[in-house]
């Protein structure tokens, strides 16, 4: 299957990244992700300008410099992240593919992306991020969720401490990433 990826210059990209068979691993393991991401943006210079991390996936904002590069940017992260947490999957689970190729089961291969294509929408997408725990039934309010950008926002003065507001949501519906 050929996938087709859009390199917006100076773009914003909505990224999805989901554990193998879905597992419960991300916030086990949150300090191996981190140390991810700062060792990544090391190498590529990238900004993540949203993110929440849920226990089975995660959901980001990247502005690359170079837009070209995302997908290395995402490679790179969820290398460190295998090469570090160890082993999380029962390998005799994997499915053949993943076992010829010596993978250790932990990201589904491929990653859901999205190029977003004007201020609304990246507004609507940080949302969404930011609404994700809720909706997924992990918190009941926002601010409860400590895994994600969203207390960066409001310390910047985007958000209200409460935020949820019906209008944002109601924005915010429509939109359906997982």
């Known amino acids: 299957m050929n996938y087709r990826r859009v390199f917006v210059p100076n773009g914003y990209v909505h990224i999805i990244i989901t ?7 991300f916030i086990d393991n949150i300090d191996i992700l ?5 060792n990544v943006q090391k ?4 900004e993540i300008i949203a993110i929440c991390v849920l226990p089975e996936h995660i959901h980001m904002i990247l502005h690359p410099k170079n837009i070209d590069s995302y997908p ?3 490679s790179s992260i969820k290398y460190y992240f295998s090469r570090n947490v160890g082993q999380v999957c029962p390998t005799d ?9 010596r993978e250790k089961g932990i990201f589904q291969r ?7 294509k004007n201020e609304n929408k990246l507004n609507n997408q940080i949302n969404y991020i930011h609404y994700n725990p809720v909706k997924h039934g992990l918190v009941k309010n926002v601010k409860d969720w ?3 950008s969203f207390y960066k926002f409001v310390k910047q003065g985007l958000y209200d401490i409460n935020w949820e507001c019906s209008k944002d949501i109601e924005n915010i519906q429509d939109l359906y990433f997982e």
Request: no cysteine.
């Open 19 to 25: 554990s193998y068979n879905r597992k419960s691993i």
């Open 34 to 38: 981190r140390t991810a991401f700062k």
């Open 43 to 46: 190498l590529y210079k990238f």
């Open 72 to 74: 290395q940017i995402i």
């Open 93 to 101: 689970n994997l499915k053949i593919g993943y076992k010829n190729k």
């Open 110 to 116: 491929r990653y859901y992306e999205h190029t977003i």
């Open 146 to 148: 400590r895994y994600s």
